[in-house]
């Protein structure tokens, strides 16, 4: 176990819908990331939040957005919801400027279903 | 720009003999690598990771990669397969140069099963 949360663990919504999914980073670390895993694919970079702010962003358009909180916890928001944002959602925290590596820790996912 | 080929989507051992998952990569400078496994309704879980430093890294449960400079390569391998070894393996590099900055970038996977 890596001690990051993430609620809901199952949601169901509609085409058009908007979703909000939650994290709880590991106690210590200060940078969350998102990823997005399409059934059958690895996970592809959302977006990162560092100090509150976004630091990163990958191939996702503007209605995914986040929010991180002074106690580094983290939102995904996804607006007008589409068939293909089904996924699990995934997200990851890290301790920024702690090594090298970009060692990020995983928790257990949000499994999204569009309908 | 920085990307991982996972050569094989599905491997299938029986249960004792060696595993090897291959993973190519590419990169405009020097890599920090890693291996995940996911299992089913699972998180992804950190096997080891490569920073610069030994090529030939260990990691938990008997796994180990070795990163190959001139091929490019970080296969992962484990002499004996367990039963509990099936589940979906991931390449990864990181996207990001120094510090916790950047994101991670992803095989597609490999799934291993075991036979009995």
């Known amino acids: 176990e890596t001690g990051v949360t993430q609620s809901p663990t199952h949601l169901i919504k509609t085409r058009g819908q908007q979703v909000t999914l939650r994290c709880s980073s590991q106690?210590?670390?200060?940078?969350v990331s998102w990823y997005q895993q399409a059934l059958g694919q690895g996970p592809q970079f959302i977006f990162q939040y560092y100090r509150e702010e976004e630091n990163g962003r990958g191939n996702f358009p503007p209605r995914f957005s986040g929010l991180q909180f002074p106690n580094y916890s983290s939102e995904l928001n996804v607006n007008a919801l589409e068939l293909d944002d089904s996924a699990l959602y995934l997200c990851?925290?890290?301790?920024?400027?702690?090594?090298?590596?970009?060692?990020?820790?995983f928790g257990p996912g949000t499994r999204l279903t569009v309908l | 720009a920085q990307s991982v080929t996972q050569l094989d989507s599905h491997v299938s051992v029986s249960e004792g003999t060696p595993v090897l998952l291959r993973c190519n990569y590419s990169s405009s400078y020097s890599p920090s690598l890693f291996w995940y496994v996911q299992h089913p309704n699972k998180g992804l879980q950190l096997l080891l990771k490569y920073t610069s430093a030994a090529t030939l890294v260990k990691g938990i449960n008997g796994f180990e990669a070795e990163f190959k400079k001139s091929e490019t390569s970080f296969h992962l391998t484990k002499p004996s397969a367990h039963m509990s070894d099936a589940a979906e393996y991931f390449c990864v590099v990181s996207g990001g140069y120094g510090g916790s900055q950047g994101n991670l970038i992803f095989g597609k996977g490999t799934k291993l099963s075991v036979k009995p």
């Open positions: 106690s210590g670390h200060n940078t």
């Open positions: 990851a925290s890290s301790l920024w400027g702690a090594s090298i590596d970009n060692e990020q820790f």
